[in-house]
């Protein structure tokens, strides 16, 4: 029962960060390697903010996210719409924007070990709650409740608005979606920017209870990864419950078997899926 | 042969001639340094012969350097094993490793695969850990030889030669030939009879293989071998970096990229070690944005530029 608690409530912020990565890489086409450093960025922002000025991180959440939509929306159109331009095809897409994003992502984390080398430790709601005779931090529950809040607005914003049709046209397929007249490019510029901007929420939000330092992004970003490909690219549907699964299965292995032993579970996961249901979770098979 | 084929063969032979003849002008600092560029020459060779003509960036060369240099340094320390055999137990384990990881992976997109090996050298970081410190006590592993720096030098040049002669014999074979199609058009390769799988698997491997060695061969130059030391993901990444720098479409390309870097990466370690991580990144952008092709690109692009005026 104890894994089951926190396991989903892990889950549910992992559902976060793997929504952001989505976006960015289901609709704009930009596999984002960069995407853990925009959550360790929002982790940042709300550990200074918390520590200098005592302000919630639930505030600090609406002044991160506009922020980080801005940031992404000029990487998108400054950096990565060249390499739109240049490719001649897919495959050369996602090699450049691999290792353009690859760049990005030590930039990043170059600039926010100078800032700050040290890890972003803060105390934010760490009281203990007891829900089904399971104890949880309350901080955790509030970051799941958000989580989850987040998620919805996401999700009706995509099935029932008008922008939202557009991006999931643009999703479906590029050259289709510009025949009925969408803007792809400015439209996937959308979609890479909210990605970013939720990325960078689930920074916050996670930074209230565990502590990150500037080298994690990376961790973040494998999580992420393998949580959209389970899901199946571009799947929000997929991605909840992969992220879920993953949530699950990690906190099984760490409090039956070892904690250092995480990341061998995620990658164990990431192989069966790779192995046997390589288009993800409720994908079809490509023909 | 014909001329054509005959002069680089003798550049290749001098090169190496006088390669080998460094330790005994330079000693010390110099030979370190030249010993770091030696290894680097050898994996970012290794590297570029799979990754080149496929455009698969494989990121798991820190995970198969760190096989080689772990396996030599248990079998060495706790099993009382020589350092040849276990060498030679490393690259079979990891060439065996990566022919798995191939098959898993390989037949997907590249994405896939970059992903997957992206996470490896920590993945196999965290297992080994584990293993160490449940089954087998933790305790530090010790690689005594007496390799002297000049030793490890000759072994890394005589890998690196052996990638070099690997990649020309791949080249003019019909993998190579193969590869080059799937290169341009794997659809079209797939059409006419090649099996990618196997021929991307095969190369994938071979990295495999020369990256252990490595990993073996440097073991004894640090003497004290822990997990976090020798599963470095760093060290994927800066094979990557000076590869492409140099350019992957020709043999010699990564050759040309690893020494001016790793003169570089040098200093920048000395002077200024916490713009290292910085530095990593703003080179990756530099490739990807202004040479594209390398060095050897960029060098082909003026004369070619420099033709059309005569």
């Known amino acids: ?287 | 042969m014909s001329r054509k084929e005959v002069v680089p063969l003798l550049i290749g032979v001098v090169l190496v001639v006088v390669a080998a003849l460094v330790p005994y002008v330079a000693n010390g600092y110099w030979l370190s340094i030249a010993l770091t560029a030696m290894m680097y020459i050898a994996l970012s060779t290794s590297w570029a012969l799979f990754s080149g003509p496929t455009h698969y960036i494989s990121l798991a060369s820190g995970a198969f350097f760190g096989v080689g240099g772990y396996l030599v340094a248990t079998g060495m320390s706790d099993y009382n094993q020589s350092f040849w055999l276990m060498m030679a137990i490393s690259a079979l384990v990891a060439t065996v490793l990566a022919g798995l990881i191939g098959l898993a992976t390989l037949r997907l997109s590249g994405v896939y695969f970059v992903i997957f090996t992206l996470g490896l050298a920590e993945m196999i970081r965290n297992l080994v850990s584990w293993v160490q410190n449940n089954f087998l006590g933790s305790r530090g592993l010790y690689v005594l030889t007496d390799f002297t720096e000049a030793h490890i030098y000759w072994m890394l040049l005589a890998v690196a030669t052996a990638v070099f002669i690997f990649g020309w014999l791949i080249d003019r074979s019909r993998l190579g030939f193969a590869l080059k199609i799937i290169g341009n058009d794997e659809t079209v390769a797939r059409h006419v009879g090649i099996n990618t799988a196997w021929t991307k698997v095969i190369l994938f491997m071979s990295t495999g293989f020369f990256a252990a060695l490595v990993g073996a061969i440097i073991a004894p130059r640090y003497s004290y071998i822990e997990p976090n030391l020798v599963f470095s993901p760093e060290l994927s990444f800066l094979v990557v970096i000076m590869a492409l720098l140099g350019g992957t479409h020709r043999l010699w390309g990564p050759l040309v990229g690893v020494i001016p870097f790793t003169l570089i990466w040098e200093a920048i370690s000395i002077w200024i070690p916490n713009f290292t991580t910085l530095f990593l990144g703003l080179a990756f952008l530099t490739i990807v944005y202004f040479i594209p092709n390398g060095f050897v690109g960029l060098f082909e692009k003026l004369r070619a530029k420099s033709r059309s005026w005569q």
């Not at chain 1, 397929?173 to 803007?183: F, H, M, R, T």
């Open chain 1, 1 to 287: 029962m104890d894994i089951l608690i926190s396991g989903l409530l892990l889950g549910g912020t992992y559902v976060l960060i793997a929504m952001g990565l989505n976006l960015q890489y289901g609709v704009a086409r930009i596999m984002n390697l960069a995407n853990g450093e925009m959550i360790v960025l929002g982790a940042l922002a709300s550990f200074w903010v918390f520590t200098s000025s005592m302000v919630s991180p639930l505030l600090t959440l609406f002044l991160v996210a506009p922020i980080a939509f801005v940031g992404n929306w000029l990487i998108y159109r400054l950096l990565l719409v060249p390499l739109v331009r240049r490719a001649k095809n897919q495959g050369q897409l996602e090699v450049d924007s691999i290792l353009a994003t690859f760049g990005m992502s030590f930039v990043l984390v170059g600039i926010v070990v100078s800032l700050h080398g040290e890890y972003f430790t803060y105390s934010f709601l760490a009281s203990p709650l007891s829900i089904l005779g399971t104890t949880v931090a309350l901080n955790r529950l509030v970051a799941f409740a958000f989580a989850v809040v987040i998620g919805l607005v996401l999700y009706l914003w995509l099935n029932h608005s008008r922008a939202g049709m557009a991006v999931r046209a643009v999703a479906v397929n590029p050259d289709s979606a510009k025949l009925v007249g969408i803007n792809v490019l400015k439209v996937s510029a959308l979609a890479f920017a909210v990605g970013g901007a939720v990325s960078a929420v689930a920074g916050v939000l996670i930074s209230t209870f565990i502590t990150l330092d500037a080298s994690v992004g990376v961790i973040f970003t494998m999580k992420a990864l393998i949580i959209v490909i389970m899901g199946g690219v571009g799947d929000i549907r997929g991605a909840i419950v992969a992220a879920l699964i993953l949530g699950l299965v990690e906190t099984a292995v760490a409090t039956l078997i070892d904690p250092g032993l995480t990341l061998v579970s995620a990658y164990l996961i990431f192989l069966l899926v790779l192995l046997f249901k390589p288009q993800g979770l409720f994908g079809r098979a490509q023909t």
